[in-house]
């Protein structure tokens, strides 16, 4: 059974840091591409960053320069470090599993429907 349980998420002042995790099981981890998503009640879910298994990385314009996408294949942990934290970027974040290989060069390797498991979300809210 597929599993991705997401944590780390709270609560910070604008320009603060967290930490998100993501433990996955029932699937082989180490080959399928990994991504964080983000939604808001008054927008569509949409992408932040994502990472293959050759570590390669691809982010969203909300995330490039800020956010850093990592994953421990040992241990089946997906991680995202954000940083600088917005108002904006107050939203569920969702860790999730294309279920396949991919290359995470472009855009495409985001693309939602392609995403196979998905968590529950960690809400992140940043107040300014």
């Known amino acids: 059974q597929v599993q991705l349980v997401e944590s780390g998420g709270g609560s910070v002042q604008a320009g603060g840091s967290l930490r998100l995790s993501c433990a996955a099981s029932?699937?082989?981890?180490?080959?399928?591409?990994m991504g964080w998503f983000r939604q808001t009640p008054e927008k569509e879910r949409e992408g932040g960053a994502v990472?293959?298994?050759?570590?390669?990385?691809f982010y969203a314009e909300n995330a490039k320069g800020r956010f850093t996408i990592s994953r421990d294949n040992r241990r089946s942990i997906l991680y995202l470090q954000m940083t600088d934290l917005q108002p904006e970027d107050t939203a569920m974040y969702y860790c999730?599993?294309?279920?396949?290989?991919?290359?995470?060069?472009?855009?495409?390797?985001?693309?939602?429907?392609?995403?196979?498991?998905w968590g529950q979300g960690t809400q992140v809210t940043v107040s300014s």
């Open positions: 999730a599993s294309k279920g396949q290989f991919c290359r995470a060069t472009s855009s495409m390797a985001m693309e939602l429907n392609d995403y196979k498991y």
């Open positions: 029932g699937f082989t981890y180490v080959n399928y591409c």
């Open positions: 990472i293959d298994s050759g570590e390669h990385s």
